[in-house]
């Protein structure tokens, strides 16, 4: 029987992620994340069908979080008030490890096509989770698509704000995001 | 030297859709796309570098021509209606064949996960080239971001109601993009 890998999940992350810096995404394998992390491949492949799954292997939580933020907003919450919950909970499993990484995870990005494709994939589904829930509170369409839009923009400009700032800053995620989420609906004004 | 076949292109793209979703994306082979349109294999690699891109080989024109559209809009004009002409300049080169292909081409992205991500990096370099354009014409962020995905939106709303259309209207692309954006722009005051 498979041994219990405590914090296994999290090494093999920080070990892919220094590789893919080092290397390069392409040059990395499953063997060298394993080893870099002190693990086994079997062990690699108990957490991720591949290496590129591996990067992206929040977008299903990141998602069902949003759509259970958004569900869960109360009753009389206007659409973005609704996103606004939405990103909160996702701010809840965001970790300093996220924050740590990001910039070496961005710059493996940058670097390679297949990374990016399945990024901007990543985007689109959880535009589409937010949606999804807010159809299901009844907001009509086109402003559930419309809000859904301000929340992914809202969340990328708040990721990169938060990842971006003072790390001795004691604001969380949802800080980040819901200024964002403020800015943008601000401009709304402006669009002419 | 390569002779010039007439409208090689457009049967590469006719004959590769149909295959598609005859035989799914990935079972189509570069040889039966040539076969199909009754071209040869070095043919085709004159106008494509392969299948893939082939089913996307309009990106770059689209996003060049969203950014002159847009460059080009009166000085006076608000960022909306700078994206208004940017989605109107589009629409000039979308021919009665990116219509009829369009239910088909849309079951063969359906199936395929690689198709789907190519499809979303796609949207984000469309949105991203309006934005940079409309940042050219001093439109401070986050105004600039929004308008670009409120662009964006428009253009698939605005491509999923010309496509799906009664064929005997006479309305051309830039009038459904034109009511979508309408439509999203009226939906700013329902966000909350």
């Known amino acids: 029987m498979a041994r219990w890998e405590p914090g296994a999940r999290d090494r093999l992350v920080v070990a892919a ?12 394998t499953v063997a060298q994340i394993a080893e870099r992390a002190g693990l086994t ?31 869960g907003a109360p009753s009389d919450a206007t659409p973005l008030q609704a ?8 701010s809840g499993v965001m970790s300093p490890i996220n924050r740590e990484l990001w910039p070496r995870m961005k710059a493996a990005i940058a670097a390679s096509s297949e990374l ?3 990024d901007a994939l990543k985007s689109v589904g ?7 829930a807010l159809v299901a509170r009844g907001v009509p369409d086109p402003t559930a698509h419309l809000a859904a839009e301000l929340g992914l923009l809202a ?4 990721y990169a ?3 971006g700032a003072d790390r001795e800053s004691d604001h969380d995620l949802a800080y980040y ?6 800015e943008l609906r601000a401009a709304t004004a402006s669009l002419g």
Do not use: C, H, N
């Not at 992620?17 to 990395?28: A, C, H, Q």
């Not at 929040?58 to 958004?70: D, K, Y």
């Not at 996103?83 to 909970?89: D, I, P, R, Y």
């Not at 969340?155 to 708040?158: D, N």
């Open 126 to 132: 959880l535009a589409a989770s937010m949606t999804t």
């Open 41 to 71: 491949k079997s062990t690699f492949f108990r957490y991720f069908p591949d290496k590129r799954e591996l990067l992206v292997a929040g977008q299903e939580t990141l998602g069902t979080l949003l759509a259970e933020g958004i569900a």
């Open 83 to 90: 996103v606004a919950a939405g990103l909160k909970a996702v």
């Open 161 to 163: 704000d938060w990842t």
């Open 17 to 28: 992620v220094e590789l893919f810096s080092e290397k390069g995404y392409d040059e990395t």
């Open 177 to 182: 995001t819901s200024r964002a989420l403020g």
């Open 155 to 158: 969340f990328k400009r708040g």
């Open 116 to 118: 990016q494709e399945r």
